[in-house]
């Protein structure tokens, strides 16, 4: 079982994996450039390649995440043009870092017309994926349904990929609050929507999960995390997920607040615990 939890990158990407690495995780994520900004950054290939050799020789994946302001299905199309700018850039940073991928969560859309929405969420993940060769996928990530109605069901993460050109440059990153929030999942085992994501491809083209509590309760469509075993998911669901046979090679990373020591090493220990990979 791969877990680890989301790591700064002060210091550079090589010591995030260092910092990573010295709490127990054998996965990761990390902000590739600044995460209020859609700036393209000057990549420094020298210090990402010194991160990438240090994941490997200690058998650690990562995934990057791009920034807040990425909207792939955005209304302004100087914003999704962007938005490709800045994703290619991700792109770039995740591969020289041995990266599996940047995760780029569905897309907001306000105007009038839904479907519009899609479009444009297609347009855009295929302009980048017409300019982009190297192997770091696009990990499209299922929404909670608090700022849009896209984005939260299966249905529509294997059909916007299936649209898409290249679609083998893209995979899914699904975030287990966001499948709680949106009242996809009830937080019970042997949920109907991992069916689905069977049957539609999703898991097969899974490349990360986003292993988070929820602080409000199923259905609420508020994207609030909480520390694993503190929130309304429940213990039983989570160590259902860890447990899954077709995920024992998804990376399950966490998002959550860290503990009062600083760190995530008493989630990580309970995650072991879910996962059954401890004594106890």
């Known amino acids: ?36 900004s859609l700036s393209v950054k000057d990549i420094d290939y020298r210090e990402a390649k010194q991160c990438a050799v240090f994941c490997e020789a200690h058998g650690i994946v990562s995934i990057a995440h791009s920034p807040y ?22 792109l770039a940073i995740a591969e020289a870092c041995g990266s599996l991928g940047v995760v780029v969560h569905f897309g907001v859309y306000k105007g009038p017309d839904p479907l519009e929405g899609y479009r444009n969420a297609v347009v855009t993940l295929s302009t980048v994926t017409s300019q982009w060769a190297g192997k770091a996928k696009l990990l499209i990530e299922n929404q909670a349904g608090d700022h849009t109605f896209m984005g939260t069901t299966m249905e529509e993460l294997a059909q916007i990929r299936s649209l898409c050109v290249d679609p083998h440059k893209i995979g899914f990153c699904l975030d287990t609050c966001h499948l709680f929030a949106s009242g996809v999942w009830d937080g019970s085992p042997d949920a109907a929507w991992m069916d689905k994501a069977q049957e539609l491809g999703v898991i097969s083209e899974l490349i990360a999960i986003h292993l988070n509590d929820s602080v409000f309760p199923s259905g609420d469509k508020k994207d609030r995390h909480a520390r694993i075993g503190e929130g309304y998911i ?31 090493r008493e989630q990580m220990e309970l995650v072991q615990r879910l996962g059954g990979e401890s004594g106890t």
Not at 10 to 20: D, F, L, N, P, V
């Open 1 to 36: 079982m791969r877990t680890g939890f989301h790591v700064s990158t002060k210091g550079g990407y090589r010591e995030a994996s260092r910092r990573a690495a010295a709490l127990g995780a054998v996965a990761y994520q990390y902000f590739p450039k600044n995460p209020r």
């Open 234 to 264: 429940g213990e039983a669901g989570l160590a259902w997920l860890l447990r899954h046979p077709m995920l024992r090679q998804v990376p399950f990373v966490l998002e959550t607040p860290s503990g009062e020591d600083g760190t995530h």
């Open 69 to 90: 302001l990425t909207n792939i299905a955005s209304e302004d199309a100087e914003h999704r043009a962007r938005t490709v700018e800045s994703l290619l850039n991700d």
